[in-house]
């Protein structure tokens, strides 16, 4: 069974860091794109970044803006974001999305590319 365990949400003022957790297991993670996405109240889901875990490619939403990093660690079958410099609009809940690759170079940042979800775990920045 195919899972994703999302952590590492919570309360931080502007400008301060977090680091999201990705946890998975049930399929072979090298041959998968793991991505964060978020979804605000009343906002439609939006990719945020993405990892190619075949190739170590990686895909940042513009808004991104250099701030925060996508990347794997193989041996816990974990992925990890790290925000930094959060504004008080990154604040939404986070989840983390999986696909299968089947030998692609690329990382979908779209919702509907990605067939297994996690639970989500929101972040709230204060202003």
């Known amino acids: 069974e195919v899972q994703l365990q999302a952590s590492g949400g919570g309360l931080v003022q502007a400008g301060g860091s977090l680091r999201l957790s990705c946890a998975t297991s049930?399929?072979?993670?090298?041959?998968?794109?793991i991505a964060w996405f978020r979804q605000a109240p009343g906002e439609e889901r939006e990719g945020v970044a993405g990892?190619?875990?075949?190739?170590?490619?990686?895909n940042y939403a513009e808004f991104v803006e250099g701030r925060f990093t996508i990347y794997s660690d193989k041996a816990k079958a974990t992925v990890y974001l790290q925000m930094n410099g959060l504004k008080p609009e990154d604040t939404a809940m986070y989840y983390c999305?999986?696909?299968?690759?089947?030998?692609?170079?690329?990382?979908?940042?779209?919702?509907?590319?990605?067939?297994?979800w996690g639970q989500g775990t929101q972040v709230t920045v204060s202003s």
């Open positions: 990892i190619n875990n075949i190739y170590g490619h990686t």
């Open positions: 999305a999986a696909v299968n690759l089947k030998s692609g170079l690329g990382v979908p940042m779209y919702p509907q590319s990605y067939d297994y």
């Open positions: 049930g399929f072979t993670f090298d041959g998968y794109a």
